[in-house]
């Protein structure tokens, strides 16, 4: 095949390849924006506000858990990040204080056992919508992180566009240069030696 051919085939298909990158990198970041826009309308809609950093309910936390909840003090929670902290420790955390460690399904399954116990029904109940609400907020977070996700995608596919273009543009200036008998690769002729007695 002749060099000037060789790379004009190259140096288009590298345009072609940018091309899709562009687009798939314009889809992911629109698909950022989307996740990213309705996770902090969904958050800021519940109006969870993190506890302030002197108030009961913050001392009170573990070590780490105040730690992690630090950054956060006082801020309306609107991020995935916030939720995922805020599920994880704050709601976590209070719910594995009142349920002695027992998950909501140990804690129901022992209610059914103990119909008359007004007491634990009370408890199961508070577990539930706890255990729940941890749960949409996790949601919440693994929605973000994937947006996350489709931000870096956007971002590798944009440069991966740009090295394609500057790739066919060199291509390109290669087959101006390149002699039009060039091959790419050279048919070598070289006689059968003969074998000495």
């Not at 913050?58 to 950054?71: G, I, N, W």
């Not at 949601?139 to 590798?156: D, K, S």
């Amino acid at each position: 095949m002749r060099r000037r051919t060789f790379d004009a085939l190259a140096s288009i298909a590298g345009v072609l390849l940018a091309a899709v990158l562009i687009v798939g990198g314009g889809l992911l970041l629109w698909g950022h924006s989307f996740v990213n826009g309705q996770v902090h309308s969904q958050l800021a809609a519940q109006k969870i506000v993190f506890p302030a950093a002197g108030s009961p309910e913050f001392k009170a936390l573990p070590r780490a858990d105040a730690s992690a909840m630090r950054p956060y003090a006082g801020q309306l929670m609107a991020t995935g990040a916030q939720a995922h902290v805020y599920a994880d420790h704050f709601i976590a955390v209070h719910l594995a204080e009142m349920s002695g460690g027992k998950t909501y399904s140990q804690l129901s399954a022992a209610s059914l056992a103990q119909p008359g116990n007004t007491k634990l029904a009370d408890l199961v109940q508070t577990v539930f919508r706890g255990t729940t609400l941890r749960s949409m907020l996790l949601n919440a977070y693994a929605f973000w992180e994937m947006g996350q996700i489709m931000l870096i995608a956007a971002i590798v596919a944009f440069t991966g566009a740009g090295l394609m273009l500057i790739l066919s543009a060199l291509g390109f200036a290669h087959v101006r240069r390149a002699s039009p008998e060039a091959e790419v690769l050279p048919r070598t002729t070289a006689g059968v030696q003969p074998v000495a007695s």
